[in-house]
């Protein structure tokens, strides 16, 4: 699994952004039976999590700073998993890193140990 993040740039505070992640899977694969999330890591900070969407069900799940203002989706057609972000803060400046996993339990869905898969990231930045 191959996972490529985009649509990160310089907003301002209050602003909204959009930032998507497309999943490259083996031929015969389907990024459907994989849990999607995004970390985020500030400079000078550890990576943390922001949100996570389980492979079925729906449920969705968020860190406390963005609850609210964040929603994560998913298109398992497109093998996409996106990151709509409202109402932007400056402490919203991070790179942001889609991860991926087939087998996340739910009580590690926040860890980063959880998921196999990674992104190279793409910046965020709030300016105030």
């Known amino acids: 699994v191959q996972l490529q993040a985009s649509g990160g740039g310089l907003m301002q505070a209050g602003g909204s952004l959009r930032i998507s992640c497309a999943a490259s899977?083996?031929?015969?694969?389907?990024?459907?039976?994989?849990?999607m999330a995004w970390f985020r890591q500030a400079p000078g900070k550890e990576r943390e999590f922001v949100a996570a969407?389980?492979?079925?069900?729906?449920?969705?799940y968020y860190s406390d700073p963005v609850k609210g203002r964040f929603s994560i989706s998913r298109d398992n057609t497109k093998r996409t998993v996106d990151l709509q972000m409202n109402s932007l803060k400056p402490e919203d400046t991070a790179v942001y890193y889609c991860?991926?996993?087939?087998?996340?339990?739910?009580?590690?869905?926040?860890?980063?140990?959880?998921?196999?898969?990674w992104g190279q990231g793409t910046l965020v930045t709030v300016s105030s």
């Open positions: 991860a991926a996993g087939s087998t996340v339990i739910l009580s590690n869905i926040r860890s980063a140990d959880a998921y196999h898969y």
């Open positions: 969407m389980r492979k079925s069900g729906g449920y969705t």
């Open positions: 899977v083996a031929s015969g694969g389907t990024s459907s039976r994989l849990d």
